[in-house]
T-cell receptor, first 112, second 114 residues
């Protein structure tokens, strides 16, 4: 079963708007990572947030983590057409070894 | 190299054929992972190496799948007697060491079994 599940499955917004994607998971984690995947390409790492952190920023990206609700959110501000991609959260829950478990992703479309 | 390198990028195999997919991780990265990604799905874990030791192969779907990393750097994923359900993107990833480090992915090897 999927450890991380993204919501919504698809999101379409206008350029310049903010995009928010959510991720829920089931078991305690070491850390959570967000990745972007353009069509036909590999995964690009966006941000890693550790289980003892609540919020992290990187450029136009803001990630929050709520371990009590076992959820995370990725906010992309001032979206651009180039942000069109699939976004995945991945959880690392196995102590001592990285075994990322991915959700099915959110397909984000930015309309010009 | 600058990133994780995978070859071939695209492979079409006839059902029953054996295939070998190569991964060249980032230099100095101890951990190496293989993932399988079906169309429209998230990546699914296959196996994990720390240096040359295969510490976790719980995700390999059958005994037709075999991975090795004999010298602790380059890795090969081999699929024997390919079947149509093996069609997927096979992603290799590497990281410096244990949990808490960023995992970097390659562009993937797209396998189509006909």
């Amino acid at each position: 079963s999927q450890q991380g599940e993204e919501d919504p499955q698809a999101l379409s917004i206008q350029e310049g708007e903010n995009a928010t994607m959510n991720c829920s998971y089931k078991t305690s984690i070491n850390n959570l990572q967000w990745y972007r995947q353009n069509s036909g390409r590999g995964l690009v790492h966006l941000i890693l947030i550790r289980s003892n952190e609540r919020e992290k920023h990187s450029g136009r990206l803001r990630v929050t983590l709520d371990t009590s609700k076992k959820s995370s959110s990725l906010l992309i501000t001032a979206s651009r057409a180039a942000d069109t991609a699939s976004y995945f959260c991945a959880t690392d829950y196995k102590r001592g070894a990285q075994k990322l478990v991915f959700g099915q992703g959110t397909r984000l479309t930015i309309n010009p | 190299g600058a990133g994780v390198s995978q070859s071939p990028r695209y492979k079409v195999a006839k059902r029953g054929q054996d295939v070998a997919l190569r991964c060249d991780p980032i230099s100095g990265h101890v951990s190496l992972f293989w993932y399988q990604q079906a169309l429209g799905q998230g990546p699914e874990f296959l196996t994990y190496f720390q240096n040359e030791a295969q510490l976790d192969k719980s995700g390999l779907p059958s005994d037709r799948f075999f991975a090795e990393r004999p010298e602790g750097s380059v890795s090969t994923l081999k699929i024997q007697r390919t079947q149509q359900e093996d069609s997927a993107v096979y992603l290799c990833a590497s990281s410096l060491r244990d949990s808490g480090n960023t995992i970097y992915f390659g562009e993937g090897s797209w396998l189509t079994v006909v």
